[in-house]
């Protein structure tokens, strides 16, 4: 079934994409479709090739892990590569990995003989799961039906965010093995439906993405009886609930000793980590922290406003997003920039909204810490812990030099970062393109304090006991980053709001991973280089 749901969005993808820019209201030669090609069909085709490979492994009575080398992580943790897996992996995304770390105690027999979760008692049910879909990344709403089918065993009553209605047609006939055989319905409605649907008695379990505030109305109710519900403790909804939700995230630049080029990129990767989807992004960068010792401070800063003035202008299609910008305006006359869009710079370091507030719109902040080195970047982990909310993903920007000259200061730093997510040299947002990556919140959020929500998606290789997945990138694009030294064959990423052929490279990526054609790649590459 999951091969035929992988052959059908194959088929499928064309309209798949035609759909999604109805909904976010871009034209067909905008350089940013290609961002509708990466996260939408070409996510969902990686995802159910990944979960059938799994799939087969235990129908064959061997774990997903065998044949994988596990490796261990700082704190005795049990790491689980999950990119590159295969020979195109290392082709397509050299220089990229991204490991999965279980919780500390796990040890690796366990990892191996637990990988498959409910499929290891695939006769066994767990009823019946609501899952309610997210509105800004296409591929959110079938993800997360998988991982009700497969982590869990639950048949799933799928309702669209109703901003993704005009995929309603393409999500029926790429799901239709699965809804013929009366495993998976996909509903419409709004707020009245989604509560009607997760209060329904015959529902087990709740499965949302989305905000802090939408998740605690579900689960509290809203105004002051919900208030009230959540400060005695007796929440409204009396099922479990899973969630991925959003936060704060920050970028941490760790000072160093950079070339132009070096700057001009990676002002571009910060810029991207907030633009991507106009910003609507739970994992989208909102704090960027700066050395304020930095010599190279003020041209680094120089390179960012730069490239956020030249990223492609969008509509502001997710509903809210002109009034949360009005917001952080009214908090921050200073920060106006081109397209709607707002850089905060000189924030303070704490009891400010934009530390405390998912604006989920074009709005970052700029936080300076002193020191340089390990210094600064101590401080910069217990800012990025203590004082933002949320702990979906954070990521690290250093100069392989640097990173040498840290030594195991980095990897304390990664260990003590308390994020689903933590990405050196690569943007957060690539593990959520990764199949056999977890997507989540960092373990042990309460209802009553939930800030990036509880459990895990995508996670292919359906491992248990996860805590995080530690994503790592080459400092420098290809070519450049060879003459560096740095042996990686990528160029600047598809995602890049700045790639000039994301569009080309997402839509030959898209159908590579449909149907594995190797005439495809000598295309992706040319594509990719001349971006």
Known sequence: MLDEVHALTAANAEAWVAAALVIKQLAADSP????????????LLSATAALSETLSALEQGKSPLDGVALDSAPGGRVSVPALPHGIYDKLLLSGFSADVWLR????????????GLAQLDPAATRGVGAVLGAGNIMSIAPLDTLYELYANNRVVALKLNPITNPLLEVFETVFAPFI?????RILTGGAAEG???VNHDLVDHVHMTGGAPTHDAIVWGVGEEGAARK???????TKPITSELGGVAPVIVVPGDWSDADLKFQAEHVATMRLHNGGYNCVAAQTLVLSADWPQKKQFLAELRSAIDAAPARPAYYPGSDNRVADALSNYPESQRANGR???????TSDTPLLRTEYF????GVVELPGTGSEFLSAAVTFANDELIGTLGANLIVHPRTINELGNALDDAIEKLRYGTVAVNAWTGLAFLTPRASWGAFPGHVLDDIQSGVGVVHNAFLLDDVERTVVRGPFRPAPRAVFAGEFVLSPKPPWFVSNKTGTGTGKALTGFYGDGKLSRLPGIFLSALRG
Do not use: I, Q
């Open 361 to 364: 719109s074009p709005v970052l």
């Open 231 to 237: 400060k005695s403790g007796e929440p409204l909804l």
């Open 342 to 348: 707002l850089l905060v710079e000189n924030l303070p």
């Open 32 to 43: 940013l479709v290609g961002e509708e090609w990466l996260s939408g069909p070409a996510t």
């Open 180 to 184: 013929e055989a009366g495993f998976v």
């Open 195 to 197: 509560g009607y649907l």
């Open 104 to 115: 500390p105690g796990v040890d690796a027999a366990a990892a191996r003989a637990n990988a």
